[in-house]
């Protein structure tokens, strides 16, 4: 079995002790853009979003699941295939031509976010800004190079390995960061308080009154990085690559709830509290001061939002908080552009009517993929704007297309054809919810 191919067959695999789709998918979505909503949004707003990060749980579950259940009763087919057969090859084009064109920016966000963290990592400030400076092309040059390599030549299964310990890492630093702002008992008011949905103000940059950190652009990123169109649509080509049939759909359905539910639901969560009380509760302008931040609202570039993990590291080793966490952000961002990378080659392929499924001699796989992860990645230092911040608005992109992408999964999953695994009334109740959630969403912002 050459490189290649192992390579995409560990790239299915992340967190393999979960094993299946519901593993990638979530490691995936541990990545920058989860971060960037996740913390920005308790550093800036405290714990009031967070009732968004927890309703979009349940609706991440059954979304993914019943995708699922489409792709394993497809009889090998692939959902685009399916959407340009029984529906229309005219929806088949509109779903992917704007999804493309997301996921650039997807990649592109991953990318800076895997530069800005290399600069963190060795206590050095990136560019002002996102500038296109010659370092910052050097370093996107490495990076992309070292990743594509990876990606071809099978590396990746060493980089899998560290990469995913780091995550681990990075999660248990950011639990005990949430559970020592917890200890603080002043802070379980204003966390109750975030559970009940409501619109915080936006609030103006210290220093920058010209600048604001808007509320409902913070909700639509976080709900556009839980709800991807590509993720929910191309889950039925993953479970379909990973050998699932009928027989294992009550058996994906509770993967999916471990791998989301659990562990990137749990992520979403600590990260958010986090944020609040390393951060928000911190940066008041009367405080400490890092990088000539003094406020939580001039929070937007790594190395300052990298003090978060301060909590979690002792004394005279708080220098490495910033240090770590760029480190993690570089994990988080590199798997995301592998499984954004991977989803689209499924799309690509199929839209081409071409081999979709990964093998020794699919050399069409091979090259799509490679040119997913270095045509987004080396154009990303001309998208000047801090990483982090280019992570939300991807975030807030990939919302644009999630209504449609959760109606064609719920107009496949209560086709007949289904029969037992057809959706019951509850799941249609929860999809119709996420449905109208994401549109609301939508057409607000475009307001």
Request: charge should be positive; proline fraction near 5%; hydrophobic fraction near 55%.
């Amino acid at each position: 079995m050459d490189g290649s191919l192992t390579m995409l067959q560990r790239a299915q695999t992340v967190f393999s002790r979960f094993v299946g789709p519901a593993a990638l998918t979530a490691a995936g979505m541990i990545g920058a853009g989860a971060v960037a909503t996740r913390l920005l949004a308790g550093a800036w707003f405290g714990f009031e979003l967070l009732w968004v990060a927890l309703i979009v749980i349940p609706m991440v579950i059954f979304t993914l699941d019943s995708a699922s259940r489409v792709g394993v009763t497809s009889g090998g087919r692939g959902l685009l295939d399916m959407v340009r057969t029984d529906i229309g090859a005219w929806l088949a084009w509109v779903v992917f031509l704007p999804m493309a064109l997301v996921n650039v920016v997807v990649n592109m966000s991953q990318m800076s976010a895997m530069v800005e963290g290399a600069y963190g990592a060795l206590g050095m400030l990136p560019p002002a800004n996102g500038q296109a400076t010659t370092g910052l092309f050097i370093v996107t040059i490495v990076l992309t190079t070292t990743t594509v390599i990876a990606a071809v030549l099978g590396g990746y299964r060493r980089m899998e390995k560290i990469m995913t310990a780091l995550l681990v890492v990075i999660l248990i630093c950011f639990i005990v960061v949430a559970i020592k702002g917890l200890l603080d008992w002043r802070t379980w008011p204003a966390l109750a308080a975030g559970l009940v949905p409501k619109l915080p103000d936006s609030i103006p940059v210290a220093g920058h009154p010209d600048q604001t950190r808007n509320a409902f652009r913070q909700i639509m990123a976080i709900a556009g990085q839980a709800l991807p169109p590509a993720v929910l649509l191309s889950y039925g080509y993953l479970a379909t690559n990973s050998g699932y049939t009928t027989a294992d759909v009550k058996r994906a359905f509770w993967k999916t709830v471990t791998n989301l539910g659990i562990v990137w639901g749990m992520f979403s969560v600590v990260v958010i509290v986090a944020g609040a009380t390393a951060l928000h509760d911190v940066y008041t302008g009367s405080g400490p001061t890092h990088l000539g931040v003094t406020h939580y609202s001039q929070i937007e570039s790594i190395p300052v939002a990298g003090q978060v993990l301060g909590p979690a590291f002792p004394g005279a080793l708080g220098f490495l908080a910033p240090r770590f966490f760029s480190l993690g952000l570089i994990a988080a961002a590199f798997t995301t552009l592998i499984s954004v990378s991977l989803t689209m080659t499924y799309f690509c392929l199929d839209i081409a009517r071409r081999n979709w499924r990964f093998t020794n001699d699919n050399q069409a796989f091979k090259v799509v993929f490679a040119t997913w992860i270095a045509v987004p990645a080396l154009v990303a230092p001309f998208w000047q704007l801090p990483a982090l911040l280019k992570a939300i608005l991807a975030m807030v992109g990939n919302l644009l297309m999630a209504p449609l992408a959760v109606g064609i999964i719920l107009y496949f999953v209560n086709r007949p054809a289904l029969g037992e695994f057809r959706a019951n009334t509850g799941r249609n109740a929860v999809l119709c919810l996420t449905l109208l959630f994401a549109l609301a969403l939508v057409v607000n912002g475009l307001r």
